[in-house]
T-cell receptor, first 118, second 110 residues
Framework: KAGVTQTPRYLIKTRGQQVTLSCSPI?????VSWYQQTPGQGLQFLFE???????NKGNFPGRFSGRQFSNSRSEMNVSTLELGDSALYLC?????????????????FGPGTRLTVL | TQLLEQSPQFLSIQEGENLTVYCNSS?????LQWYRQEPGEGPVLLVT?????EVKKLKRLTFQFGDARKDSSLHITAAQPGDTGLYLC??????????FGQGTRLTINP
């Protein structure tokens, strides 16, 4: 079974630009979660999509948005890039049936997209 | 926001030594997960602990969940160079949302 794939693997952008990252989950998985990883803040939850709906959201500004398609593939968009957005962006897929208070399905992470903002 | 604190942040030891990594929080989690991440890759799940006081073993790695489900530890016996990596603990907030510790960067020197 193929793992989680993320494209592109590396990106270099300049301040003010926008960027779109893509994540293809494991076949049969309906949930995709996005995380930002930086040396200073570690791994931080951005948002989670299940069946094309955002179910959960972290504490990031509205410049960070996402969507999910009917085939469960997900995209994340960051507008008006800032230097501080430089990070490794990870997506994780799971079956997605965990509910609040009922635990979380095992999440399988992709290799990430390394974004550098100059 | 629930926070997880990991210690130590960096650890460099010789092959064959034992080590323990700690993950502490003031909040209760329904479960806690340990991941290992290598350069250029995403985190890979090692174990999930669910019950307070639970101990799980994975070869030379022993994971323990605190009785109150607020803390956890990872103990490695007879560390090997292949154990080198970033170890992350993550608390389950439900609905696919994990809160991660800062990580412990472990280096095992031959």
């Amino acid at each position: 079974k193929a793992g989680v794939t993320q494209t592109p693997r590396y990106l270099i952008k300049t301040r003010g630009q926008q960027v779109t990252l893509s994540c293809s989950p494991i076949s049969g998985h309906r949930s995709v979660s996005w995380y930002q990883q930086t040396p200073g803040q570690g791994l931080q939850f951005l948002f989670e999509y299940f069946s094309e709906t955002q179910r959960n959201k972290g504490n990031f500004p509205g410049r960070f948005s996402g969507r999910q398609f009917s085939n469960s593939r997900s995209e994340m968009n960051v507008s008006t890039l800032e230097l501080g957005d430089s990070a490794l962006y990870l997506c994780a897929s799971s079956l997605g049936f965990g509910l609040v208070g009922e635990g979380t399905d095992t999440q399988y992470f992709g290799p990430g997209t390394r974004l550098t903002v100059l | 926001t629930q926070l997880l604190e990991q210690s130590p942040q960096f650890l460099s030891i010789q092959e064959g030594e034992n080590l323990t990594v700690y993950c502490n929080s003031s909040s209760v989690f329904s479960s806690l997960q340990w991941y290992r991440q290598e350069p250029g890759e995403g985190p890979v799940l090692l174990v999930t602990v669910v019950t307070g006081g639970e101990v799980k073993k994975l070869k030379r790695l022993t994971f323990q969940f605190g009785d109150a489900r607020k803390d956890s530890s990872l103990h490695i016996t007879a560390a090997q160079p292949g154990d080198t990596g970033l170890y992350l603990c993550a608390g389950d907030q439900g609905a696919q949302k994990l809160v991660f510790g800062q990580g412990t960067r472990l280096t095992i020197n031959p």
